[in-house]
């Protein structure tokens, strides 16, 4: 009897009663990749912050104050979500992939 609905929203981009995940402010502001550490793998209750994100947390060690008005927290669709992932996640030598060449 614990099951509980996941929370959905609407996305401008993927439709109406799409299944939410929660991303830091900082994905979803920035262009350039931020790191991208999931915290909450389950399909429907998807969760993840950025590196900068990541350390704070680590230096506060709980969701203080200080660090939810850090995170930012922004509520996507799943597929907005997985865009996200893919954009922000860091390549395994933790060089930035490079902007230049384009134009
Ligand atoms: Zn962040
Ligand atoms: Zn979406």
Same mark, same amino acid.
């Given at each position: 009897? @614990?099951?509980?609905?996941? +929370? &959905?929203?609407? *996305?401008?981009?993927?439709?109406?009663?799409?299944?939410?995940?929660?991303? *830091?402010?900082?994905?979803?502001? @920035?262009?350039?990749?931020?790191?991208?550490?999931?915290?909450?793998?389950?399909?429907?209750? &998807?969760?993840?912050? *950025?590196?900068?994100?990541?350390?704070?947390?680590?230096?506060?060690?709980?969701?203080?104050?200080?660090? &939810?008005?850090?995170?930012?927290?922004? &509520?996507?669709?799943?597929? *907005?979500?997985?865009? +996200?992932?893919?954009?922000?996640?860091?390549?395994?030598?933790?060089? +930035?992939? @490079?902007?230049?060449?384009?134009?």
């Amino acid at each position: 009897m @614990s099951e509980v609905a996941p +929370l &959905l929203i609407n *996305c401008a981009i993927h439709g109406h009663n799409r299944v939410s995940a929660v991303v *830091c402010g900082h994905m979803v502001e @920035s262009a350039v990749p931020v790191g991208f550490v999931e915290n909450n793998d389950d399909p429907d209750n &998807l969760q993840a912050w *950025c590196e900068k994100c990541e350390a704070f947390f680590v230096c506060e060690d709980d969701k203080t104050k200080a660090f &939810l008005s850090f995170n930012r927290m922004a &509520l996507v669709c799943v597929s *907005c979500y997985q865009a +996200l992932k893919s954009r922000h996640t860091l390549p395994p030598d933790g060089r +930035l992939p @490079s902007t230049r060449g384009a134009g």
